[in-house]
């Protein structure tokens, strides 16, 4: 795949990143939605039989320096030809040389984006979303909790506490998966544990002959670590179905509503809030998150 993307032509203001306080920032990048940002594929890298990381460097160097983005937001990817489709950001706030997504071949135009080939070239908008509050969590400890595929969004707060490692307390990433062959990034897990030092514990459900690991569900990793709920953290991604046994073992332990996080990244669709498929209640996820504190998500109708 080989395709030219046209981007429209479109003077981009730097003003407002100058002049608009940090948590404000956010909404204005949002309001963006009509921008197209050309990217080349510069590095694919295979995980898993389903899922491959690209790395996606926006071509203008103008454009690459003004990009910015918050650990959970997600993009609007366009494979030319085929269509869009919503990814979490997976990759560091502050690498401005290329972002990170981690897909899954689930459909038509993931299925070509798999097929894609170092050299070509696609498009995002973005970024959409609100963000998990890292700056709140600061000067506490920070359980990351996540389940198949939900370690990808996960992967942006794990580079944020790695880059401002001396603001937070322990951090503990529990991390797991129906089969070993299904677990991604397992290439970073030790440089997680060494270089930032963040206690890594992973589970499956159905091993194989190889694994030596912890098996069972994920909610069996918190008898393997010590915290104090009062001054935690806890962000869970991954399928619906497992935000609610694992916040409410959460909730058991002590942790406060408020202060457990979880991506309903899995709802988005146009990023925008006019298709409607990404309704709960009168809620738009698209806008209003994907990020929700788990006290605001049972009280969505059907959000999980």
Not at 247 to 273: A, Q, T
Request: hydrophobic share 40%; proline share 6%.
């Amino acid at each position: 795949m080989k395709t030219e993307y046209q981007i429209p032509k479109q003077d981009v203001n730097l003003e407002p990143f100058m002049s608009v306080p940090p948590q404000y920032t956010r909404k204005m990048i949002v309001m963006k939605t009509d921008k197209v940002y050309k990217c080349k594929i510069i590095n694919v890298i295979k995980l898993t039989e389903l899922e491959k990381l690209f790395h996606l460097r926006i071509v203008d160097q103008r454009e690459r320096d003004i990009f910015q983005f918050r650990p959970g937001q997600f993009v609007m990817l366009d494979v030319p030809g085929y269509g869009e489709v919503p990814i979490s950001l997976s990759s560091s706030t502050n690498n401005h040389e290329y972002i990170e997504l981690c897909i899954r071949k689930a459909g038509r135009t993931t299925n070509v984006l798999h097929e894609a080939k170092i050299g070509s070239y696609v498009g995002i908008r973005g970024p959409f979303g609100n963000s998990f509050p890292m700056e709140k969590m600061a000067g506490h400890n920070i359980l990351l909790i996540a389940g198949g595929l939900g370690i990808a969004p996960l992967r942006g707060p794990l580079y944020w506490v790695a880059d401002y490692r001396d603001h937070y307390k322990d951090v503990h990433v529990l991390y797991g998966a129906k089969e070993p062959s299904q677990m991604l990034f397992t290439y970073q897990y030790d440089e997680w544990e060494r270089v930032n030092h963040i206690k890594m514990l992973s589970i499956v459900e159905h091993p194989d002959e190889n694994w030596t690991g912890h098996v069972g569900r994920i909610t069996k990793l918190f008898d393997e670590i010590e915290f104090d709920p009062q001054d935690t953290f806890a962000i869970v991604c991954g399928p619906p179905v497992m935000f609610k046994f694992v916040c409410s073992h959460l909730d058991k332990m002590g942790i406060p509503m408020n202060r457990m996080f979880v991506s309903l990244e899995r709802r988005m669709h146009c990023g925008m809030g006019k298709c409607c498929r990404c309704m709960v209640g009168s809620t738009f996820t698209c806008v209003d998150g994907p990020v929700f504190d788990y006290w605001s998500v049972l009280n969505l109708k059907e959000a999980i």
